[in-house]
């Protein structure tokens, strides 16, 4: 097989076989609007099919997957509009320290009013994913452009590739062995480790996705004040995400030493850069140390690696092709190739490190297994005509589009069955909705575990007991919130639960009184402030129903 001399010298079976001005070659440089467009399409459709089969019984969540955290999303927009700018859990009433998190949620809550419906929030957000994914095609073109020159059929395919793939994990449960192995496919869970479920749900990922790839383009190119931009926008989505684009920036300085115009510009802006991380970080690692609410966020936020065999599943497939595509690439293009290579070394050390969060630096992995796969298939190929009679030139694509096409159609089943918890009892939804509009902001309530998520999304209240990563002691309260509801508990029991966890309103519903059957309508202190339907809330003994937090 011979090899190709240079990447743009090689045709692929698409394009460059068509006069330039032809509709098909127009389409295919066009390939960021149709591809912006489809997957706009594509990942919203199922939400509009959700909000349609909502009913009289049951409320669409607006979300389809990993809702509890999507619930916690619309609670930090709320923090926004109660006035805050540095985010604070809503998922507790203790005191904390204001840290320079979520900052992208909590800077679209000062679009709304504290008290704003819900469904306002939800619409907010899911303009902000569409933009974000906008904002990440942009990315990718321009890097796409740079890596494939003048072939804009390899770069949307690319595209497709980062925006939707996902890995073979899933071949466990066929083979029957999903319960064996102990774990869950990456590409069901982990949106840094492919590019589906971020786009479909999680705008600060895509968000953060884009900007570090435009910042390694924008510093390559000399852009040193874009890059500069985007390096400090990346701390308002994803912080950890600074991580492969230190490295790129490290690697094209390396590689590129006294070839890529002013060393003193270039190391100047990479100083500028790790200063404004290093600061961001060094504040984050000291409040952890002083403040036990974000202590126990950080401990209770373990993302660790997973299973040699997950990764095997998730990434290895592909593996042949980008060994080929690497080694080629190098050849081609070395200086965006190299490093490339460079961050993916570092990375299979880092991710081995024993901290909490070293699933997360998988980040970025999987558009580099596209970038190289592309460059196997359409850089070696010694012809179209032979591209074409090789069926297997397109089966690592169609590998990688199986996974998101399992989890789009059973998303797609539920959003027309409602049931939790993509759906919500639409009577206890009407009740928090409500409430919202005479609680006092900040106000803690106390709830179980499924009301307590929810209530800070739709009303400005705090819970003590919500998510599980953000609630300090998540485990051991909600066994004791358990027992609050129980008619045996002492009533100074209850008192000492209810002044330590500084609660303000005691919210009581179908699902609290299925954790026992003490009723507060007969319990003596607790002074009912609102009734709708099966829902009631109460003012508890001693409270002083204030906000506590700006």
């Given amino acids: 097989m011979a090899r190709a001399s240079a990447l743009p010298g090689r045709s692929t079976p698409d394009e460059t076989q068509k006069p330039p001005g032809s509709l098909r070659a127009r389409f295919l440089r066009a390939w960021p609007w149709w591809v912006s467009f489809m997957v706009a399409l594509l990942t919203t459709a199922p939400y509009v099919r959700g909000a349609l089969h909502a009913n009289a019984a049951w409320a669409f969540t607006g979300f389809l997957f990993a809702v ?29 320290l204001g840290l320079p998190a979520f900052g992208s949620y909590i800077l679209l809550g000062h679009f709304l009013a504290p008290r704003a419906p819900y469904h306002a929030f939800l619409g907010l957000f899911q303009a902000f994913r569409l933009v974000a994914l906008v904002g990440l095609v942009a990315a990718l073109h321009r890097v796409l452009a740079w ?7 390899v770069q949307s395919l690319v595209a497709l590739w980062t925006l939707l793939g996902g890995g073979l994990g899933w071949l466990l449960y066929p083979l029957g062995w999903g319960h064996l192995a102990g774990w869950a496919p990456l590409s069901f869970y982990a949106p840094e480790a492919f590019g589906f479920l971020a786009v479909w749900g999680l705008p600060h990922l895509t968000a953060a996705r884009g900007l570090w790839l435009y910042g390694w383009w924008a510093y390559a190119h000399r852009h040193y004040g874009r890059a500069l931009v985007a390096a400090g926008a990346i701390l308002l989505f994803q912080p ?54 974000v202590r126990a966020w950080d401990a209770q936020n373990n993302v660790r690696m997973v299973p040699w065999g997950a990764l095997a599943l998730a990434y290895g497939p592909w593996l042949p092709w980008v060994i080929v595509g690497g080694r080629a690439l190098a050849q081609t293009r070395p200086r965006v190739t190299r490093p490339v290579l460079l961050w993916l070394a570092a990375i299979a050390v880092l991710i081995w490190l024993p901290t909490s969060v070293q699933r997360r630096l998988l980040e970025g992995v999987w558009w580099a297994w596209g970038v190289f796969t592309a460059a196997a298939l359409f850089v070696r190929m010694p012809s179209p005509a032979a591209q074409r009679s090789r069926a297997w030139t397109w089966l690592p694509f169609g590998l990688a589009a199986l996974s998101p096409i399992i989890l789009w159609t ?38 179980s575990y499924p009301s307590s998520i929810a209530l800070p999304a739709y009303a400005p209240v705090r819970a003590p007991v919500g998510h599980p990563v ?20 002492p009533e100074a029991q209850r008192r000492a639960w209810l002044k330590a966890w500084r609660v303000d309103y005691l919210w009581w519903g179908p699902r609290e009184r299925a954790l026992g059957a003490w009723d507060p309508r007969t319990a003596a202190g607790y002074e009912p402030v609102f009734h709708q339907g099966a829902y009631w809330v109460f003012r508890v003994p001693d409270s002083e129903a204030t906000a506590r937090f700006p």
């Fill in 240 to 293: 950890l995400y600074i991580v492969p684009l230190a490295l790129l920036w490290l690697g094209s300085t390396w590689f590129d030493r006294g070839t890529a115009g002013p060393e003193r510009s270039r190391l100047l802006v990479l100083g500028l850069g790790f200063t404004l991380w290093t600061a961001y970080w060094g504040y984050m690692l000291w409040a952890r140390t002083v403040d036990p609410v």
């Fill in 410 to 447: 059973t998303a797609w089943r539920a959003a027309g069955h409602p049931q939790e918890p993509i759906f919500r009892p639409r009577a206890e939804v009407e009740a928090m909705e409500a409430w919202a509009r005479e609680v006092p902001l900040a106000a803690g309530v106390l709830a």
């Fill in 470 to 489: 953000e609630s300090p002691a998540w485990a051991a309260r909600r066994v004791q919130v358990r027992a609050f509801f129980q008619p045996d508990t």
């Fill in 68 to 96: 509890d955290d999507g619930l916690s999303y619309i609670a930090k927009m709320r923090l926004g509009a109660q006035g805050a700018w540095c985010f604070r859990t809503p998922y507790t009433t203790e005191p904390a």
């Fill in 147 to 153: 890596i494939f020159p003048g072939r804009p059929g």
